[in-house]
């Protein structure tokens, strides 16, 4: 009789840590997807920040490699507005490499812009890095918008109104 009850003592302890092992399993699970989905708004209030617009509207002429004198020359507020667009990609560029944000999601709330502004800020970010002796400058935002040109969007390359025109709520 001891015997059998030590038995169903063991299988009752072991089915506990099973048990145990399995919630843990759910809740590493369901705080990883917290964490995207936090990373994921707040990436969301950054690119509809007002900083953020304005400096694509500065930068939305500027031809694509433009030198860092060209841009000087034009004026400070496009200066302010391409270390502006370098630190926000910066910021997003590591959080992907991190995994903290989804690629999938950042590239397609990011993907297009990413790829515009790098072409327009490329030699002056490249000339930055000479002048001011610090080769890391803007390294997050060319590691970013070079990922989003090796691997397109899923589903194709045109535009969201085209690319997902199937789309039906629910999936």
Do not use: N
């Amino acid at each position: 009789m001891l015997d059998t009850l030590s038995k169903v003592a063991q299988i009752l302890s072991g089915l506990a840590v099973s048990g145990a092992v399995v919630f843990a399993i759910i809740q590493v699970r369901q705080y990883r997807q917290q964490r995207r989905d936090a990373a994921a708004v707040e990436l969301m209030r950054t690119i509809q920040s007002p900083q953020w617009a304005k400096a694509l509207h500065v930068l939305g002429d500027v031809p694509d490699g433009t030198s860092a004198s060209g841009l000087h020359e034009l004026d400070s507020e496009f200066e302010k507005a391409a270390f502006t667009i370098v630190a926000i990609y910066e910021t997003i560029g590591l959080l992907v490499y991190r995994g903290i944000a989804p690629f999938a999601l950042v590239q397609e709330l990011t993907g297009g812009t990413v790829g515009v502004m790098w072409r327009k800020l490329r030699v002056w970010s490249e000339e930055m890095r000479e002048e001011r002796d610090h080769d890391r400058f803007a390294e997050w935002f060319q590691w970013l918008a070079e990922r989003f040109a090796e691997h397109p969007v899923a589903g194709g390359t045109g535009p969201a109104y085209t690319r997902c025109a199937t789309w039906r709520p629910g999936r």
